[in-house]
């Protein structure tokens, strides 16, 4: 069984050096337990904060201990009356080619209707991360300006898609021409500003001129900034992810400015950071709610999907924080 851990801590970028990639025999299901073949594994960008130490809304992963991931597979053996061999599964499983559960936190899934790296994505926890940020933190209104960074991305993608669905005009920001072109030609959001190449403020002094009323914050940093500094009064935010101060060792680069921190008061913004198990109760809601939309063809959804197993975690990691991925980031195995 082939197994990432967790070696040390990283400061900035985290590099090979923090992981230990080794085979290990393989484990057994005790009582109650399954093992799950892993076939492929969710990157995200909040696995960088999960390898820190800290206050966090999580333990960090300690170290000796094998990578924390979600991912999808199939059971193959099992003692668990709930979970029977060939099942199709999605859970916390970890950076490794099997794995064993007792069940907690683990999603049936159906490969009929999605593949497995669709499962861990927008069908999956990025997928519950839009639908609940949108839905119950925004409250996307008809005739109202949505923007969202990280656009292109698991998340970002989907809030998009789901604020036209409600009547919002939906305009992304994302890094280069053809993922600007993503969003609004096959995603049909209204409008896109490529950060890498032009004035995000004065792009939406054009793009809204009314002003933004909801902001879904994925990235921070300069882009935060001149989102905020646009919002409309009485703007909601719903701060979900801070991706460009992930890999920052300088904490004088990261936060909101003057104009940002005078717009909050003047603006009387609203401003709510949440995290997706926040709503773990109404779990079942966004699952079905994206499922159907999915189904209907109402939710596009992209992968970026890289070969190489458990020993191209590390690199394939760090795509997240150079834009270099494509869609939701998996690991195939
Ligand atoms: P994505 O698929 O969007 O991939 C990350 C993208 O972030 C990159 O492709 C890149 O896009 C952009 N990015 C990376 N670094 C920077 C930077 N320095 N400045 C601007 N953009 C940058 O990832 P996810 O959809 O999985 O995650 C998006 C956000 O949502 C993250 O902040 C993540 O932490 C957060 N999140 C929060 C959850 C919660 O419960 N609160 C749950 C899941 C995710 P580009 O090329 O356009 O720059």
């Known amino acids: 069984n082939r197994v990432c851990r967790l070696k040390s801590r990283p400061f900035g970028m985290s590099t090979r ?102 499962w861990v994505g927008g069908l999956g926890m990025p997928g519950w991360t839009a639908y609940f940020g949108t839905m119950e933190i925004l409250h996307p209104e008809a005739g109202q300006t949505l923007v969202v ?21 939906v305009i992304g920001i994302a890094g280069g021409a053809e993922k600007c072109r993503y969003v609004t030609e096959e995603l049909g959001f209204d409008a896109a500003i490529d950060y890498k190449a032009e004035d995000v403020e004065k792009r939406l002094v054009e793009l809204a001129p009314d002003r933004v009323h909801m902001y879904f914050e994925n990235v921070g940093g300069k882009i935060g900034n001149a989102v905020m500094h646009r919002m409309a009064t009485f703007g909601r935010v719903a701060v979900c992810g801070l991706i460009s101060s992930y890999n920052e060792t300088d904490p004088a680069k990261v936060g909101y400015d003057a104009g940002a921190q005078r717009s909050i008061l003047v603006n009387r913004l609203k401003i709510q950071g949440f995290i997706v198990f926040d709503f773990a109760k109404q779990m079942r809601e966004a699952i079905g709610h994206l499922g159907k939309w999915h189904a209907e063809g109402k939710l596009k959804m992209r992968e970026d999907v890289r070969e190489g197993g458990v020993d191209a975690f590390p690199e394939a990691l760090n795509m997240l924080y150079t834009g270099e991925n494509f869609g939701k980031l998996v690991l195939k195995l």
């Open 17 to 118: 050096e923090n992981f230990e990639i080794a085979d290990e025999p393989m484990p057994t299901p005790g009582p109650g337990e399954f093992r799950v073949k892993v076939h492929a594994v969710s990157l995200d960008p909040a696995m960088r904060g999960w390898m820190a130490e800290g206050r966090s809304y999580v333990q960090p992963v300690a170290l000796g201990d094998v990578m924390r991931a979600y991912a999808a597979g199939i059971v193959e053996e099992s003692n668990h009356e709930a979970f029977r061999p060939g099942d199709a599964v999605m859970g916390l499983f970890g950076v490794q080619e099997h794995a064993v559960s007792d069940g907690t936190f683990v999603h049936k899934i159906d490969p009929a209707q999605a593949p497995m790296e669709r």
């Open 149 to 169: 960074s990280a656009a292109s991305g698991a998340v970002g993608s989907l809030v998009g898609q789901i604020g036209k669905l409600r009547g919002a005009t």
